[in-house]
Structure formats: C-alpha cells, structure tokens
C-alpha cells in the first residue's frame, strides 16, 4: 500500500476478504501435510478409527522403522533417483535446444515445426500403439522405457520458447555473431549461462514429474527389482485395500491377522508418502529464486 493514501471502504473490505481467501487456502494446503505427518507416527488403530484427526496420537515410530529395513523400498529410492536424475538430463537435453530453435526468427520453418509439435499436444497415438513401439525398440523391461517416451513435453518448450524470445535481445545474438561466435558456441557459452531462471523451472517441473510417475513403470517393467518408489508404494497401497476387503470373510483369527497386517501397511504407507516427498520439498529452497523468476516469463517485458 502506497504510504499517504486513505483507503476507502470497498479497498478495505476487499483487503480482509483476501485475507480471508488467503487464510481458508492456507488451512485447505496445509491440513493435509500436517495429517499425513502425525499419521505417519501415531498408533494406526487410531488413525483408522479416525481418532487422529489432527496431531498425533498414541506416537510410535515403527512405520519408519520397517520403512529402513524393508530393502524394496530402499531399491525403489534408488530406482526413482536414478530415473529422475537420467530422465531430467535428457527431458531439458531436449526441450532447451528445440525451445531456443524455434524463438530464432532465423529458422527457417519454424511455424511449420511449432504446428507439428502442437498437434501432439492434442492428438497422439494411444497407450497400444506406444506400447508396441517401445516393444519394437526393444526398450521393454530397461530404464529407457521410463525416460524415452517422455523425453519432452510440448508446452514446456512452448514455455522455454517464450523465456528466450522476451528475455534475451536479438542485439547480443547478432554481436556474438559478428565476432565469429557459432551458433552452437552462442547456445552453450552465451544463452545457458543467461537463462538459469528457465533451466531451474524446467528441471523443477521434470523432476517432479519423473519424481512421481509411476504408470510407464508399470506398463513397460517386469522386474520388481526396477520398479522405482511410487510403484512400490502403491503396491502397500493394494495390500492394504485386499487386507481390509478379505478380512470380512474370514474366520475371527484370520481376520485379525489380516487387520494387524492391514494396520502396519496403513503405518508405512503414511511413513513411505514422507519419505518420498521430503527430497522434493528440500530441494525446492535452492531454486525458489529462480522459479519465482521463470514463473513470470512474458508478464514484464523491458
């Protein structure tokens, strides 16, 4: 608020219906962190009977102990850093060099290759006929099923694109080349260096993408030993919801086991969700600079 300005009714009652807004989005965000937290250390006899309901109840940290003993939640974490590290490297190998060709009013053709990208944005093959492909390929059952087929998405180019048409002058392009610079040394020593704000949106965006897929793990691998965490996870998922479905036609002994198994599958699952989001929320700290400044790519242009 500028100082000196008298703020008239409508401004005011504006303010506090903002905050407001703001506080009821903050409750709606924030609610489910904290329940996910203190289920993760809290009696799941409890949680199921929906006696937590906010902070933790009955503490116990056994849910995190299985969670470091179990080693195909350990092989999961590998899988998924692996994936996520490889994927992204090739995700913004791709999508950085397409982007900076096609914001180059030099190219020739490049309308008619943006046409040709952004068809894909709304038509594409189906999950058959990619399947098939990656089968041809011989690319089932290895990590290149996982990283290749999203190699790059169309609106972050679209997005990068627009980062080094409205950030970058044409003017520093053209002095470069007047002094002999190729265009592949312009790319590598003059536009990377200059646009650290897109790289980190864009690798901020693929690798939580990668960070979370699991549904191309579970077409295209066969080995439980390759699948990466959030496949793990949902394993403890359908182990929990068979236990829980099953335990109803069961014998009372038969049941109870099925239930304390339920119970100890609900406890990890909560402990494994932590585990796998803690990495992503600590990394965000180091590209939040740069993300607030990607985010507002083409809003101010001077």
Not at 16 to 22: A, G, K, R, T
Not at 34 to 52: H, R, W
Not at 53 to 62: A, E, N, R, V
Not at 110 to 123: K, N, S
Request: with cysteine; charged share 10%.
């Amino acid at each position: 608020m500028i100082s000196g300005v008298k703020e008239s009714r409508r401004d005011k009652i504006f303010l506090v219906l903002n905050y407001m807004f703001v506080f009821l989005a903050f409750l709606v965000v924030f609610y489910p962190l904290i329940y996910i937290v203190s289920a993760s250390i809290s009696n799941p006899k409890l949680v199921g009977s929906g006696e937590m309901w906010l902070w933790p109840k009955g503490i116990t940290f056994d849910g995190y102990a299985r969670v470091f003993q179990n080693s195909n939640i350990w092989t999961g974490y590998g899988n998924t850093i692996l994936y996520t590290v490889v994927g992204t490297a090739i995700n913004l190998a791709v999508t950085l060099p397409a982007a900076y060709a096609l914001s180059r009013k030099d190219f020739t053709g490049r309308h008619f290759f943006m046409g040709l990208f952004m068809v894909t944005m709304f038509f594409g093959g189906g999950l058959v006929p990619t399947y098939l492909l990656v089968k041809e390929l011989h690319l089932i059952n290895t990590i290149w099923a996982i990283v290749l087929p999203s190699a790059a998405s169309i609106w972050n180019i679209i997005v990068a694109r627009t980062f080094f048409q409205s950030s970058l002058p044409r003017e520093l392009q053209e002095a470069a080349q007047i002094d002999g610079c190729t265009n592949l040394r312009l790319f590598m020593k003059i536009i990377l260096p200059l646009s650290m704000p897109i790289i980190a949106v864009m690798a901020l965006f693929y690798g939580v993408g990668n960070w979370n897929s699991y549904f191309s793990a579970l077409i295209y691998l066969n080995e439980a030993a390759k699948y990466p965490l959030q496949l793990v996870l949902r394993q403890i998922l359908v182990l929990q919801e068979t236990a829980a479905q099953g335990s109803g036609a069961m014998d009372s002994s038969t049941a109870s086991a099925l239930n304390s198994k339920a119970e100890i599958a609900a406890l990890v699952k909560y402990a494994v969700i932590i585990v796998a989001t803690v990495p992503v929320i600590a990394i965000y700290p180091f590209l939040q600079r740069y993300f607030v400044q990607g985010v507002m790519i083409g809003s101010v242009k001077g």
